[in-house]
C-alpha cells in the first residue's frame, strides 16, 4: 500500500528548476521531510520543517531550495531552482504515520551539465 506519493522529478539542465510534490495517501500520514540519495547510496535530509513549523536545509542547498507545504491537501512541496549536477539523486519524500517513519517510493532527478 503506497502512502506517500511523489511526483515532479526529471531530466533538466544545469541552471534549472524542478518541483517536487508529496501526497499522503490518508490524513494518518503526515509528510514531513524531503530526503535525497545518490549514487553512492547514502540518505541525505535536504530540507524538513522543524517543530515551531521552521524549514530547515541542508547547507547545500541553502538559498536555492524551499520546503512548504499545504495541510489542507496534506501534501509538502520542494521547489528546487538552480538545480546543479551534484543535485541528482533520487528524491524521496518521508513522513510518519502511527508515530512510525513511512516512505514515499522516489522520483528521479537528474541534472545534466
Known amino acids: 500500500q503506497v502512502q506517500l506519493v511523489e511526483s515532479g522529478g526529471g531530466l533538466v539542465q544545469d541552471g534549472g528548476s524542478l518541483r517536487l510534490s508529496c501526497l499522503g495517501s490518508?490524513?494518518?500520514?503526515?509528510?514531513m521531510a524531503w530526503y535525497r540519495q545518490g549514487a553512492g547510496g547514502r540518505h541525505e535530509l535536504v530540507a524538513t520543517?522543524?517543530?515551531?513549523?521552521?524549514?530547515r536545509y541542508v547547507e547545500s542547498v541553502k538559498g536555492r531550495f524551499t520546503i512548504s507545504r499545504d495541510n489542507a491537501k496534506n501534501m509538502i512541496y520542494l521547489q528546487m531552482n538552480n538545480l546543479k549536477p551534484e543535485d541528482t539523486a533520487v528524491y524521496l519524500c518521508?513522513?510518519?504515520?502511527?508515530?512510525?517513519?513511512?516512505w514515499g517510493q522516489g522520483t528521479q532527478v537528474t541534472v545534466s551539465p
Open positions: 518521508y513522513g510518519i504515520k502511527d508515530l512510525s517513519p513511512v
Open positions: 490518508d490524513f494518518n500520514v503526515r509528510p
Open positions: 520543517f522543524i517543530s515551531d513549523g521552521t524549514p
